[in-house]
């Protein structure tokens, strides 16, 4: 199954590209896609997930445009051609 990875900001950062592409087995989910990129990118899983191994809650991760969180989260099913969206979230600003 064909996934496709959108990186922005510091996980791009971490990944040095934008968008990459990986081969998984069908029903992998959103947890188990991330965890094999984190093993390929050492500075990558202290981005995505805490001490726990749970997803950081100010990481939006996104499946095809739609936020994980709205649904199963990290067990959410990955079909194939999904673009997966990774972005720490962003705070701030001027008042």
Do not use: C, W
Request: no cysteine.
């Amino acid at each position: 199954m064909h996934v496709e990875f959108v990186t922005y900001a510091t996980i791009r950062d971490s990944i040095g590209e934008k968008r990459l592409e990986r081969e998984f087995d069908s029903g992998t989910t959103v947890g188990e896609a991330l965890s094999a990129l984190a093993d390929d990118y050492e500075s990558l899983g202290p981005l995505l997930f805490d001490g726990d191994g749970d997803l950081r809650p100010h990481v939006n991760v996104l499946v095809d445009e739609e936020n994980v969180r709205n649904g199963a989260g990290a067990a959410t099913t990955l079909t194939d051609g999904a673009e997966l969206s990774l972005a720490p979230g962003v705070a701030g600003g001027q008042r």
